[in-house]
Each structure stands twice: as structure tokens, then as C-alpha cells.
């Protein structure tokens, strides 16, 4: 017979993200025993699948395993497969890659915070309930989504799984009049992204718990580049990104976690935002400068208003890029592949994504080898769900509301299971003990 | 000639997903940027984890879209369940109709068969991935890796027209 303090609450199928995740967190005297994340989504084995394939097409093999950021798979892949291979894509080539980051980031952040985080704000259970009361926001809302999704047309030839990214370059490069043309959509959807900003800064839960954040670091601001640094203020590189991590194997699920340099940590927006918000471009910062005093920040729903700001960011990136580049045809000749081993890193919506692949004498892959950013905000996550568990019992809170609270952190990692759960680790260990990859 | 079932003002649909990435889910979120006050009148989302978290229910559904192939018995026994409760199936995207890429397992030599066996047998894999057409009855299908836009589009408007919606 349960005790009263003494309880388990179970969350099947979490909706409103992708794929599949059940919850189960079990309290005893009051006190947070353990709080698990059941990922059962089933494994589709792309590692297996690619050994022997032709390192050309790799990457669009590979890319069908996300569906939400196909794109950062392709290039990661790609980028992954020229490191291997010592080719090295032109300046327009990274325009254009960049390019098709800020479509993606626009695309993917709007069906996230406006599909399946606006409801919480706004306290209703589903867009289809905004609609009902306050259609020119859903409108607006949409209208961002779109401007990132044609902005990924033109590029990239389609929003998921798209045809012109390959290994050398584009195989196609879009003419200058459509490339303006997109900026223009850009523009008139700038003030409504600026817009919900305002509505996701005013409503950002509190929480706090100290963690550790990496992220790609450079210039720009960008997803593709740069060095791979820690919150805690050092950088290390690209290659060794595996000698830091330990992977983590939870029997109750079919995804592994990870820890950098034996601790949990978080990949993503959050983690973006406080290594590289002074890298913002200039109109975004002139514009948002009232909430970038809010970062760096160790407020996991925080993730959100990054990921707000990002859009804002992406498009002043892109309107840019649009409207000053003169795209020229490349000749781009089938590229010769070398036998190498070979490393990608990149920032895909969710958080750092790293390839490391090797290509055979006969061009063909060897091993493929790739960490996913769901996999490493996994530990992170979870001790992000005892503590808000624990703060809500602390204060007398109902089970209901905890459950409520529950699936609401998560939420804010925009999790993407399909993705978490590609990784393959055949040798089970059991809980508590891990293995140094 | 009537219509293949009584005539409705608005159809009930679920979208739900098996083992696949979930692309064709994010091409249909994207097709709403276009279609979403137009579709609301003549769709009710009984069963979409994707757009409402409250009243999920697989009970009398008009219409069941199905993407992903079906890789565990646990799958498959629910996709009976949607079969039963469903007057018009279709299955969206490649891994739905064909199986692949995720039935890429099928077909791995025995030495890589052997490497993820602890995998399968741990979570109550299936011997082999499926199409959803192996396991139930499917009305329509929509291919493509990720569905082909025009095709979804046309068998909608054909689910439209065989319930009367206008
Ligand atoms: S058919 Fe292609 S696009 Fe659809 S889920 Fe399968 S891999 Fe993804």
C-alpha cells in the first residue's frame, strides 16, 4: 500500500513532441527517488545500413535519420565526408550552407515554440484552441514558419530532405532576383517574429539549476565553423569532441546519454545564446537588446526565448546575405574522394551534432559513427525533472500540477526522439555504471 | 451514384506514427502554413499528438493517416486497433508503404544481424520491419521519401469527396 508522500506518476506517449517518450518518476517520503525518460522509439539501425555504401550519397542516406533536422544531418554528413577527403567547398558553397542553417533554424524553431510551446503561454491546449480565439496570431505565426520553409526551397530545393546539397558544393545555386525575392518574405516576417519574442520573454517560468552548456563558438553567429567550447570557458577541439564524453546506457530505454568531462550538460539554443550572444548580428541586437540581459542563463525554459531570438537572428542573417550576395554557376566536377578519416560538426536546431566517418580506398564508407543532440541533453534532462519534481513537492504542489510541470520541461528542450533514438550500443550495462567511449 | 459512406460536414482524422523519422508529419505541419484555416473547417484532429495534447482518441475515426513502418508486435496490434476503428487508411511516406529505409534491417548480412540482436530481441523487435500493408488493410497510399505533397493533397481531396465534405 502506498504511504502518503509515497507516489508514481506515469506519463505515456508525451504529446506535442516528436516521436515517443513516456516519463516515470517515482517519489518516496516526499522525496525524488529517481525520474526516468522511457524513449520507445523504435531503432532503424542507419549506422548498420551505410557500411560499404558510396560516401557520396551517404549523406542523404543518413539524413532520413531525423526528419525534424534533416538538413543539419546532410551537411554535417557532407561536411564530415570532405574533412575525410580534404576537399574544400568554396566561399559561396558556405553562403549558401549558412543559408540553408537559417531556413532550417526559422522553420524548425517556429513549428516548436509557436505549434507546441505557444499553448502553454497562452494557457490552451493546442494551437487549434489559439485559433479559435485569436486567429491573426496563429496567422502571423505561420507566416514565419512559411518565410523559413521557402527560404529552404530556394536554397536547399525543399524543406526536408532537400536534393541540392552534395558533397563539393550546390548542384544548384539560386539566380539573384529569387534570392532578393526571399528576402523581401524575410522582411515582412521579421516583425512578427519579433512579436512572439516579446510574448515568450514574458512569460519564461522560473528555475534554476547549475549545469554546464558547449556549443560551437565563432564569429557570426553561425551553426557550421568554429571551435567547440564549454560554459565553462575553455574550447577544445573539433577531432577530440569523443575523448570528452562518456557515453551513459539506461536500461529503461532505448537511447543512450551522454556526460562531457564526467558531468551532465546541455546542447541547443540555451547553449548557443550564452556562448555566442555577443556574435549576434547587429539589427538583432539592436532590436532585442531588453532580453539579451537575461543570458547567459542556467533557466532551461530560457531555451525557449533563445530559440525566439534565433529566429530573429536567422532572418537578419539571411535578409543580408540575400541582398548583398552575387550568386554565381559553379562548375562543380564530381569530387574525387581520398580514403581518410573524417569529422563534421554542427549546430542543428536541438543542439551539436558531430560525424565522424572513414572512407575506404574504393571511396566507400567504412564505419560511421555520430553523436545527436537529443542523446546528450538526456542525463541533463533528467536531473532537470527530480529537481523540478522535488521544488514542486517542497511547496505542497498536487501530482497533477507536478505532471503538468513534467511534461512542460521537457517540452522546453524541444526534444527530438526519433533522433535520440537511432544510437546503437550492443553491450547493455547496467544502470549507475558506465563506459568511457 | 451515393456516397461510399454517410456524408459529413467535416471528417475525423488521425495522424499517427510508427518507426520513421517523422518527415512526412513535418511536411503536413508545413503544408498548414498554407492550408490550416481551410483544413479546420472540414477536419477535426481527433487523434494528432503533433497539434493537441488533451482528447487524443483513436475511437470512430473517418480517416487514419499512417506514417512509419511497423517494427514491434505491440505496433502491429495497435495498428489493428486504428484498422478497426477506421473507416479510410492511408499510408504516408515511404517507410509506411514500402517499409524502407526503415526495414533497412531486413536485408543485413548475418554478421550485422548479429550485432544488433540484443537490440531486438531486448525490445520486442519483430523478425523483420513491415509496411503497414503486411499488417492491415490500407485504402490509399501516399509514397515518397518524404511523401509526395501533390499526392497527399489529391488523396485528401478525395477522402473529402467520398464523406461529402465540401
Ligand atoms: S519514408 Fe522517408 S521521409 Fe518518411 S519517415 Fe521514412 S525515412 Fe522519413
Same mark, same amino acid.
Given at each position: 500500500m502506498h504511504k502518503e508522500g509515497d507516489f508514481e506518476i506515469k506519463v505515456d506517449s508525451l504529446s506535442k513532441i516528436e516521436g515517443h517518450a513516456d516519463l516515470e518518476v517515482k517519489v518516496k517520503n516526499r522525496k525524488v527517488e529517481y525520474a526516468h525518460l522511457k524513449i520507445s522509439e523504435s531503432k532503424r539501425f542507419f549506422t548498420q545500413a551505410v557500411r560499404g555504401k558510396s560516401a557520396l550519397n551517404v549523406a542523404q542516406v543518413v539524413s532520413r535519420i531525423c526528419g525534424t533536422c534533416s538538413i543539419a544531418h546532410l551537411l554535417c554528413c557532407i561536411e564530415a565526408v570532405e574533412n575525410a577527403s580534404g576537399i574544400i567547398p568554396s566561399d559561396q558553397t558556405m553562403v549558401l550552407r549558412n543559408l540553408t542553417m537559417d531556413g532550417l533554424m526559422i522553420r524548425d524553431h517556429a513549428m516548436h515554440l509557436y505549434l507546441f510551446c505557444l499553448p502553454d503561454v497562452m494557457n490552451a491546449d493546442s494551437i487549434l484552441e489559439i485559433a479559435e480565439n485569436d486567429r491573426e496570431l496563429v496567422e502571423k505565426a505561420f507566416e514565419v514558419k512559411s518565410a523559413g520553409n521557402e527560404l529552404s526551397k530556394i536554397i536547399a530545393g525543399r524543406a526536408v530532405h532537400p536534393p541540392y546539397p552534395i558533397v563539393g558544393g550546390f548542384s544548384r545555386v539560386p539566380p539573384n532576383d529569387e534570392a532578393r525575392k526571399i528576402a523581401h518574405l524575410l522582411k515582412d516576417a521579421r516583425d512578427h517574429a519579433l512579436?512572439?519574442?516579446?510574448?515568450?520573454?514574458?512569460?519564461?517560468? *522560473?528555475?534554476?539549476?547549475?549545469?554546464?552548456?558547449?556549443?560551437?563558438?565563432?564569429?557570426?553567429?553561425?551553426?557550421?565553423?568554429?571551435?567547440?567550447?564549454?560554459?565553462?570557458?575553455? =574550447?577544445?577541439?573539433?577531432?577530440?569532441?569523443?575523448?570528452?564524453?562518456?557515453?551513459?546506457?539506461?536500461?529503461?530505454?532505448?537511447?543512450?546519454?551522454?556526460?562531457?568531462?564526467?558531468?551532465?550538460?546541455?546542447?541547443?539554443?540555451?547553449?548557443?545564446?550564452?556562448?555566442?550572444?555577443?556574435?549576434?548580428?547587429?539589427?538583432?541586437?539592436?532590436?532585442?537588446?531588453?532580453?539579451?540581459?537575461?543570458?547567459?542563463?542556467?533557466?532551461?525554459?530560457?531555451?525557449? *526565448?533563445?530559440?525566439?531570438?534565433?529566429?530573429?537572428?536567422?532572418?537578419?542573417?539571411?535578409?543580408?546575405?540575400?541582398?548583398?550576395?552575387?550568386?554565381?554557376?559553379?562548375?562543380?566536377?564530381?569530387?574525387? *574522394?581520398?580514403?581518410?578519416?573524417?569529422?563534421?560538426?554542427?549546430?542543428?536546431?536541438?543542439?551539436?551534432?558531430?560525424?565522424?566517418?572513414?572512407?575506404?580506398?574504393?571511396?566507400?564508407?567504412?564505419?560511421?559513427?555520430?553523436?545527436?543532440?537529443?542523446?546528450?541533453?538526456?542525463?541533463?534532462?533528467?536531473?532537470?525533472?527530480?529537481?523540478?519534481?522535488?521544488?514542486?513537492?517542497?511547496?505542497?504542489?498536487?501530482?497533477?500540477?507536478?505532471?503538468?510541470?513534467?511534461?512542460?520541461?521537457?517540452?522546453?528542450?524541444?526534444? =527530438?526522439?526519433? =533522433?535520440?533514438?537511432?544510437?546503437?550500443?550492443?553491450?547493455?550495462?547496467?544502470?549507475?555504471?558506465?563506459?568511457?567511449? | 451514384m451515393g456516397l461510399p459512406f454517410a456524408k459529413k460536414d467535416k471528417i475525423s482524422v488521425a495522424w499517427v506514427t510508427f518507426a520513421c523519422s517523422e518527415d512526412s508529419s513535418i511536411l503536413f505541419l508545413e503544408l498548414l502554413n498554407q492550408h490550416f484555416f481551410e483544413w479546420i473547417k472540414k477536419l477535426e484532429f481527433r487523434h494528432c499528438r503533433m497539434l493537441k495534447e488533451k482528447g487524443n482518441s483513436l475511437d470512430d475515426i473517418d480517416v487514419a493517416f499512417i506514417e512509419g513502418a511497423i517494427a514491434t508486435e505491440e505496433d502491429a496490434k495497435k495498428a489493428k486497433m486504428i484498422r478497426e476503428n477506421a473507416k479510410l487508411v492511408v499510408s504516408v511516406g515511404a517507410c509506411a508503404c514500402t517499409g524502407m529505409p526503415s526495414a533497412q534491417r531486413n536485408v543485413f548480412d548475418e554478421k550485422t544481424k548479429e550485432e544488433i540482436r540484443l537490440v531486438i530481441e531486448r525490445f520486442g523487435h519483430m523478425e523483420k520491419v513491415h509496411p503497414i500493408k503486411d499488417i492491415i488493410k490500407v485504402d490509399y497510399e501516399v509514397p515518397g521519401c518524404p511523401m509526395d505533397e501533390k499526392i497527399f493533397l489529391e488523396t485528401l481531396e478525395r477522402c473529402f469527396k467520398e464523406f461529402g465534405v465540401k
Open positions: 512579436e512572439f519574442a516579446d510574448i515568450f520573454r514574458d512569460a519564461m517560468p *522560473l528555475f534554476e539549476r547549475k549545469t554546464h552548456f558547449v556549443a560551437l563558438k565563432n564569429q557570426n553567429y553561425e551553426f557550421i565553423g568554429g571551435e567547440l567550447c564549454s560554459s565553462e570557458g575553455y =574550447c577544445i577541439s573539433r577531432k577530440n569532441f569523443l575523448e570528452h564524453l562518456n557515453r551513459v546506457v539506461k536500461p529503461y530505454s532505448q537511447a543512450t546519454g551522454f556526460e562531457f568531462e564526467g558531468r551532465e550538460y546541455m546542447v541547443g539554443a540555451l547553449a548557443r545564446m550564452n556562448l555566442n550572444r555577443e556574435a549576434l548580428h547587429p539589427d538583432t541586437k539592436r532590436d532585442l537588446s531588453s532580453m539579451l540581459a537575461y543570458f547567459p542563463s542556467n533557466n532551461i525554459y530560457m531555451n525557449n *526565448l533563445a530559440q525566439a531570438i534565433e529566429i530573429v537572428n536567422c532572418i537578419d542573417h539571411a535578409i543580408e546575405k540575400l541582398e548583398t550576395s552575387d550568386f554565381k554557376k559553379e562548375q562543380i566536377s564530381l569530387p574525387k *574522394l581520398a580514403a581518410g578519416e573524417g569529422v563534421g560538426v554542427i549546430e542543428a536546431p536541438r543542439g551539436t551534432l558531430y560525424y565522424n566517418l572513414k572512407i575506404n580506398n574504393g571511396g566507400l564508407i567504412d564505419y560511421i559513427n555520430l553523436v545527436i543532440p537529443t542523446a546528450q541533453n538526456m542525463v541533463n534532462m533528467e536531473k532537470d525533472m527530480e529537481k523540478i519534481v522535488q521544488d514542486n513537492l517542497d511547496v505542497g504542489r498536487s501530482k497533477e500540477r507536478i505532471r503538468v510541470e513534467l511534461e512542460r520541461i521537457i517540452r522546453a528542450y524541444d526534444p =527530438c526522439m526519433s =533522433c535520440a533514438t537511432h544510437f546503437l550500443k550492443v553491450r547493455w550495462i547496467e544502470e549507475g555504471s558506465r563506459k568511457r567511449t | -
